[in-house]
């Protein structure tokens, strides 16, 4: 009996270790069960917000290119108020430039124009190849009815309207964006409609699956449906997340089932059984993996100063790649420069270059968007086009135009853009010709009036954001003693502790406070660099920094008589060899022959030397008081244009050969011509005496 008490407490003991363990246990599997159901539901969440903003950005990306596009289009039909026929080109330009957009149209007044109650200029996308242009305004289509054109009348800004069949534009449903149109006495008399179609809205479900059997809606702003909600099965339940996209009013919504969010439910009893009788197992593969990620963790520490290493030779070479001699031009006592790149990064997209061809200072200075290593390859290339550019071509306006082609190509695929502005100093009369890029603009401190001002630049767009923008030149005038100062964002949004921005009024003050002693560029970024210093205080850099200055010291008494022009063997580049000639301030009654017989010439050498190749054309000018000598050489293939024969001018245009014309008219032209081939080159050497 004894014994039997002395186990029944230990009994009791061990069952009550059992119950306790047991309670453990299960209350162990209920916060797992909850915690594991909490966690399904914030990652569902989270997945479908992030869904949703990326389809708001998506959505938000179209509808502002067509709200750009319409106050576009209403800027035109402005200008061109009176002249509704010129219109047609600019909506058939607008539906072509944006994929989604299904018609654009420009909507009239009823009897706005004489003779036409009803006048609206339309273009619909009938294919992906095929727009089709036309009036459809007519008393069947009676568009002021239309909630587009009513809202478009009262409301002065870009408005959406609620979906709608269009039976006579695009002949899709559509939801429309609207602008005023207003004379110059600012009456309305027109609107703008730009459509954007549903079937777009729709085809977007096909990346917004988060989990399986899910689907998406689209609603406006007072509730109607612009892309419907799915079929939902009786009985299943489902979970509804919606965001609002700003300033169109509609909501977008993702609808997931329950069961699919908490399928993983069923496998938790399971897993959390085996976690807790192979708990000793769980301990060593934690030991295990500890032992890894510590390797791993030496392993990435190593490989980090690598990339530090390596970011550090490419923060070497990028530098390398600026101006970095100063004073740069021992021999231009009439010039003096200097500029400075501060990244924000290792390395970063900000650049300056500046170099002289034929008593011309080319410089720049541009910002690329972003920051690290895609900016610093976008640097480096834009920096090579304008060395390329350059190196034949005198109009800022036409380099920009080449530069921003070649960024705006198939290879930005990460919608990287450049501003950028581009001048080009002559140092014989202190004229500056330049083309801004959506940069900061240039700040000119007189030297004979101390007074510090920015130089005026139009609003053009970025480099690489639109091929084919018509970029506009400007000029201005440098006094002798004028310095002009240039610099990027990181020096106007340069920020202290408390966020505030050094400003363009900071720069103007300093500016104007250090003019009156007329400092050399060096002596002034270097006092701009103190000043951004003093005002950032301990804050960390936030973005590339950059300034260059250039200041014109004196006019340069002896001009060069020598001049050149390197052209591609492209006939389109022919019209540059008109605007050289014309810089070499010859005789007027000469400009015109000596243009045409060096077409004639240039021409022949870009159609014979590179046949199937590419290559390039140098065209030379020695200028004297008695002549002037033209030498036009080429590494193409061996051709002496000399060597045709004189065509015989008393034959009929049918019986003469074809060809021969061209190095007639040169003959009659010159005073002389000559052809050698000399260090595999073909030499050819006009004269003409003055």
Request: glycine residues 6%.
């Amino acid at each position: 009996m004894k014994d039997k008490k002395k186990i029944l407490p230990k009994s009791r003991s061990g069952l009550w270790i059992l119950i306790v363990a047991a309670v453990i246990l299960e209350g162990t599997a209920c916060v797992q069960y909850f915690y594991t159901r909490h966690v399904l539901e914030k990652a569902a969440e989270e997945n479908a917000q992030k869904e949703l903003r990326r389809a708001e950005l998506e959505i938000r990306t179209h509808t502002i290119e067509m709200e750009t596009a319409a106050q576009m289009l209403a800027m035109l039909a402005e200008k061109h108020v009176d002249c509704p026929d010129s219109i047609f080109a600019a909506t058939r330009s607008i539906v072509g430039a944006l994929e989604n957009t299904s018609s654009v149209a420009v909507a009239y007044v009823p009897g706005y124009f004489k003779g036409k109650p009803f006048f609206e200029a339309c273009s619909s996308r009938i294919s992906e190849d095929s727009i089709y242009t036309r009036q459809i305004g007519s008393a069947e289509h009676d568009y002021t009815q239309m909630e587009w054109f009513q809202n478009g009348l009262r409301i002065d800004s870009c408005w959406w309207c609620e979906p709608y069949l269009d039976d006579s534009g695009s002949r899709t449903f559509v939801v429309s964006c609207s602008h005023p149109v207003r004379n110059s006495k600012g009456d309305v008399v027109a609107v703008v409609c730009v459509d954007l179609s549903l079937g777009y809205l729709q085809n977007m479900s096909e990346y917004l699956q988060v989990y399986e059997g899910s689907f998406y809606s689209i609603t406006s702003e007072s509730g109607e449906t612009i892309v419907p909600i799915g079929d939902t099965i009786p009985g299943r339940k489902y979970r509804t997340f919606d965001r609002e996209i700003d300033d169109t009013g509609w909501h977008i919504a993702i609808v997931i089932p329950d069961d699919v969010i908490y399928a993983d439910l069923r496998r938790v009893g399971l897993i959390v059984s085996l976690m807790m009788l192979l708990g000793l197992m769980v301990l060593l593969f934690i030991i295990y993996r500890a032992a890894q990620n510590l390797i791993r963790v030496v392993n990435l520490s190593n490989r980090q100063e690598r990339m530090e290493s390596e970011l550090n030779i490419a923060r070497g070479i990028q530098m390398a790649m600026l101006p970095t001699r100063f004073p740069p031009f021992d021999d231009v006592p009439n010039l003096s420069a200097y500029g400075v790149v501060i990244p924000a990064k290792e390395v970063g997209g900000d650049l300056f270059d500046f170099y002289l061809r034929e008593n011309k200072l080319f410089f720049c200075i541009g910002d690329v968007s972003g920051k690290g290593v895609p900016a610093s390859l976008v640097m480096a290339m834009t920096r090579s086009l304008f060395r390329s550019f350059t190196s034949y071509l005198d109009s800022p306006a036409q380099v920009v135009t080449q530069m921003n082609n070649s960024l705006s190509g198939e290879g930005n695929d990460q919608n990287m853009f450049v501003t950028l502005f581009l001048g080009i100093l002559e140092l014989n009369t202190g004229k500056l010709r330049y083309c801004n890029a959506g940069h900061d603009e240039p700040i000119k401190v007189e030297s004979q009036k101390s007074k510090v001002e920015s130089i005026p630049c139009k609003a053009n767009l970025p480099l690489g954001v639109m091929a084919d923008y018509p970029y506009e030149e400007q000029m201005t005038q440098l006094a002798v003693g004028d310095t002009l100062f240039l610099y990027t964002d990181g020096l106007t949004e340069a920020e202290d502790s408390n966020h505030a921005l050094f400003g363009l009024e900071r720069i103007t003050e300093r500016l104007q406070t250090t003019s009156d002693g007329l400092q050399e560029p060096r002596t002034m970024i270097a006092d701009m660099q103190e000043a951004v210093h003093a005002f950032v205080g301990q804050a960390q850099q936030s973005d590339d920094l950059t300034m260059f200055a250039v200041r014109f010291n004196s006019k340069r008494l002896t001009p060069t008589n020598h001049h050149s022009l390197v052209m591609r063997n492209d006939i389109q580049q022919i019209p540059t060899l008109a605007e050289w000639i014309d810089s070499l301030d010859l005789p007027q009654e000469l400009n015109m022959p000596i243009n045409l017989a060096l077409e004639e010439a240039v021409s022949n050498v870009m159609l014979y030397a590179y046949p199937g190749s590419s290559g390039q054309v140098l065209v030379e000018a020695e200028h004297s008081a008695e002549q002037i000598t033209f030498t036009i050489s080429d590494s193409g293939i061996p051709f002496d244009p000399t060597a045709q024969t004189e065509p015989d001018l008393t034959l009929s245009a049918e019986e003469r050969p074809i060809g021969g014309l061209g190095i007639h008219l040169v003959r009659q032209i010159m005073d002389s011509i000559h052809y050698e081939r000399k260090d595999n080159r073909n030499i050819l050497t006009l004269t003409k005496k003055l």
